[in-house]
């Protein structure tokens, strides 16, 4: 398995299929685009901004998983940068280790931008997998994050 950095427009189909997938098991229409081309409109005003990446785990030539990443200020203390994952997928048929290997080059992608500080989500039916993996890099639950429209 190899992760790369998704390239565009080449990559746009995989990680349009990635969102909707993304889309679908958080179930929120009202909030999170469950269509296409609406999530097509909304993954381009992400990937305009210049501290914002996709990478995707490619498995035997097929595209597999991926991840999004924004790099910003950390809220709590301006002079640190914090890496936030933005959505993870892994589809069917991807390698266990799939999930790792992105979440290992998100670490990767936080020591290139100097975070010192990473932060990661967990979306059902992958909770179980990832609190698995984050609890072994060292990482704690903060918050459990809930989402409705006003």
């Not at 398995?1 to 679908?24: L, N, Q, Y």
Request: neutral net charge.
């Amino acid at each position: 398995m190899i992760v790369r950095e998704a390239a565009f427009p080449m990559d746009a189909e995989a990680v349009t299929a990635g969102a909707e997938d993304f889309a679908h098991h958080v179930d929120l229409p009202d909030i999170i685009p469950q269509d296409r081309a609406t999530l097509s409109v909304a993954l381009s005003h992400l990937l305009a901004l210049p501290s914002f990446e996709i990478w995707l785990a490619e498995h035997e030539g097929r595209t597999v998983g991926g991840i999004g990443l924004l790099f910003a200020p950390f809220q709590w203390d301006r002079g640190k940068i914090v890496m936030s994952e933005q959505f993870i997928w892994c589809g069917k048929g991807a390698p266990p280790t799939a999930f790792l290997a992105l979440i290992r080059t998100a670490d990767k992608r936080a020591r290139h931008w100097n975070a010192t500080i990473r932060e990661y989500a967990s979306v059902p039916p992958y909770t179980e997998t990832l609190s698995s993996i984050y609890r072994r890099k060292g990482l704690k639950p903060v918050q459990q994050v809930w989402m409705g429209a006003a």
